[in-house]
């Protein structure tokens, strides 16, 4: 997960450049492109497809070693659920960003 955690970080910084850039040149602010949503939307599906799949991962792990599967270890089980675990958390830290976000930029005066 940390790979595509920084890989989501560089694609963030990505974009925070190609917009400062935007704006140097024209010297006028821009609207946010429908490009550039769509490109966040789908990098935060993909995001949440990543941590279901390593929920779903972690569940099928603890199922098979409940029953008795011997090809399964309980060191690969932990491993899976910590996994999990990091996902999660990283996602709900992520959500409660933008909502701070988002009320921040509510607030604001127009």
Known sequence: MKIEN??????MQSMALETSRGNQVNNIPTEAQPTSSAQFGDLLTSALNTVDG???EAKQKVTA???GDRSVSLAE???ASQKSSVAFEATVQVRNKLVESYKEI???PV
Do not use: T
């Not at 920084?6 to 694609?11: C, I, N, R």
């Open 106 to 108: 509510m607030n604001m």
């Open 54 to 56: 390593h929920q779903k």
């Open 65 to 67: 070693l409940e029953m």
């Open 6 to 11: 920084s890989a989501l970080f560089q694609e």
């Open 77 to 79: 089980v932990m491993i």
